[in-house]
């Protein structure tokens, strides 16, 4: 009864410094986005039906890399959105999501062509807007738009940035020098309290060697850090995350993000899916 259009994190990387964008047929990006299908869009496929639009990508220079993003990967994932809605949708509801640059154009996206169908925003679930932060600032001048406050609120945006406790303030590349808002994946509150590993539903993590995904008991508490605008994870084992993904810097565990709350992020888009239905009943 609902469907989620997924956009896919960074699935290409080249070693020019300057920002450049990558051809819509970049046969790394081919070969590579079905992964994040396989272990971050499927979180939602028990719940909804996946469409993955590819969309050329910017590759990660740290020059203007947010207006970078804000031209052509956002267009073209406006541009699949609005096909997919007049093709694809046939009035369904439907949930957004992202990840990392997917989570970057997300955000343009919603400013952008929210703005002007509000008849498309009304039948959004929700937007789980991952590994990228959503400002106060941006949401101020995007009045339509709204920031989950609980685990049953719809038509929201749901966000979070993934990190040890001993990350320094500002070394986190990902947030790009951005406060994010923060919602806590395990207990889905605002507030900055623990929530334990022992009151999440499971994680979805890469054997160390095999390198293959299994369902594990849940592996990743979760703290809110107001000040930094990040999540905070204290029980990940920093040596062997590092090792698995050096690019980011240690104690970022931003290629995590869906990987550590896999099952309360499957279980909440389920529930806010429920709410929806039962209120356009």
């Known amino acids: 009864k609902v469907d989620v259009l997924f956009l896919i994190p960074t699935a290409w990387t080249n070693s020019d410094p300057n920002p450049t964008i990558c051809a819509i047929d970049e046969p790394s990006l081919r070969a590579r986005a079905p992964l994040s299908i396989a272990t971050q869009a499927s979180a939602f496929g028990t719940v909804a039906n996946i469409y ?16 970078i993003c804000a ?30 640059q997917g989570s970057n154009v997300l955000i343009n996206l919603l ?3 929210m703005k002007d169908h509000p008849d498309v925003l009304k039948n ?14 941006y949401l101020a001048e995007n009045p339509f738009l709204k920031f989950a406050t609980g685990p049953d609120d719809t038509g929201v945006i749901i966000s979070y940035n993934t990190q040890a406790p001993d990350v320094a303030p500002g070394a986190n590349p990902v947030l790009s020098g951005l406060v994010g ?4 994946p395990i207990t ?11 009151q999440g539903l499971g994680s979805y993590m890469p054997d160390p060697v095999t390198q293959e995904f299994s369902q594990v008991p849940q592996y990743a508490d979760a703290r809110i850090d107001k000040a930094q605008g990040v999540l905070i994870c204290t029980t ?16 970022v565990y931003h290629g995590f993000d869906y990987y550590f709350y896999y099952y309360n992020l499957r279980q909440n888009a389920a529930n806010r899916i429920d709410k929806f239905l039962s209120k356009s009943e």
């Open 52 to 67: 993955a639009p590819y969309y050329r990508q910017n590759n990660l220079s740290p020059v203007d890399r947010l207006e």
């Open 71 to 100: 031209g052509i990967p956002t267009t073209d994932a406006v541009a699949a959105f609005d096909y997919y809605i007049r093709h694809y949708n046939n009035g369904r509801p439907f949930i957004l999501a992202g990840h990392s």
């Open 111 to 113: 400013s952008v062509y």
């Open 124 to 137: 959004m679930v929700a937007a789980y807007v991952i590994g990228f932060p959503v400002t106060a600032e």
């Open 181 to 184: 808002e923060v919602i806590n």
């Open 188 to 198: 889905w509150t605002r507030d900055e309290t623990m929530a334990t590993t022992g």
């Open 236 to 251: 990940a084992d920093e040596d062997m995350i590092y090792k698995l993904a050096p690019s980011m810097g240690r104690g």
